[in-house]
């Protein structure tokens, strides 16, 4: 059976230009992640997360070094945002979170750029860090849709997430992938500055499995919809990854798929903190994955 993407049905139904002006109008005053600045950015306000009003894009290229269910044989066709709400302190990408290097594009520019990550054979359209452009990045689909984009899309974020925005997004994000970082308040305010991270966290992992289930792969291995979980583990447990996989798999789905990750290394500011201004050490990442397998979670590491 041919795979069709979540959101056609919803642009021929004409409920994503809905969605649209709602998203839009949450830049009046915007609460597109749980900080909720209440920055005018249609007026030119920057809030918390520093974006401006006009999508920001870094790169957009077919991607080899995503989960391989969105690499598949073609890549993924990953669209790098620039800015984020979230701005950790030992960010890897933090020239383009918190520097914000990037160029201005026009939503008519983000749709043929996403036309032509499918015209060179890419699996599916991956936003990295789209919270703070949903708006905008919605507000491009229809372009897309009418040049022929038929890929799934992936949200692919820090899970720290509107929940408002989050279900706006019922029937157009067609593979979640978010982050699942912290379950302690004190270390998401130290890194993070956002103590209510693990508070958020579990309410959006739950509201993203109701959209779209456990991850489903098609014959040639290929993901086509669901959720995907990333967590990163970190030094001296304070990626809480035990607490972290507890829930995962207990209240989330033991089915879920869970890429259990070792490539933290300290970049931008992690330095400051001795907790984690080290790499992980082969014992930590091997105990996460025992975890894993006790928490009866099998897929995805």
Excluded: W
Excluded at 41 to 57: I, T
Excluded at 69 to 78: D, R
Excluded at 120 to 128: D, E, K, P, R
Excluded at 145 to 150: D, K, N, S
Aim: one cysteine or more.
């Amino acid at each position: 059976m041919t795979f069709v993407p979540s959101y056609i049905g919803l642009y021929e139904r004409g409920e994503i230009q809905k969605r649209i002006g709602l998203l839009m109008d949450i830049l009046k005053e915007c609460r597109l992640c749980p900080r909720e600045c209440r920055a005018n950015r249609l007026n030119g306000e920057v809030g918390y997360c520093k974006a401006p009003s006009e999508l920001m894009v870094s790169s957009a290229f077919p991607h080899f070094g995503e989960e391989s269910p969105l690499v598949g044989y073609h890549g993924s066709g990953t669209i790098f945002l620039t800015h984020c709400s979230l701005r950790c302190l030992f960010c890897q990408n933090y020239d383009i979170s918190h520097e914000g290097r990037g160029e201005r594009v026009t939503p008519s520019d983000m749709a043929r750029a996403m036309k032509r990550l499918q015209e060179m054979g890419c699996h599916n359209i991956n936003f990295v860090t789209p919270t703070h452009y949903t708006p905008q990045i919605i507000a491009s689909l229809p372009e897309a849709i009418e040049m022929g984009l038929q890929l799934p899309i992936v949200y692919n974020c820090s899970g720290y997430e509107s929940m408002e925005v989050i279900q706006l997004l019922d029937g157009i994000v067609d593979i979640y992938m978010p982050d699942a970082k912290y379950m302690d308040e004190k270390h998401a305010r130290r890194y993070s500055n956002a103590p209510n991270y693990p508070e958020v966290l579990k309410k959006i992992l739950k509201e993203m499995h109701r959209q779209v289930g456990d991850l489903r792969v098609n014959l040639a291995g290929i993901a086509e919809r669901g959720l995907l979980i990333r967590h990163l583990v970190m030094p001296n447990e304070v990626a809480s990854s035990e607490a972290v996989l507890k829930f995962i798999a207990e209240e989330v789905s033991a089915d879920s798929y869970v890429n259990i990750m070792a490539q933290y290394r300290p970049e931008y500011r992690a330095f400051d903190h001795p907790d984690i201004s080290r790499k992980i050490t082969q014992k930590e990442f091997t105990e996460a994955i025992q975890i894993a397998k006790r928490f009866h979670l099998y897929r995805g590491f």
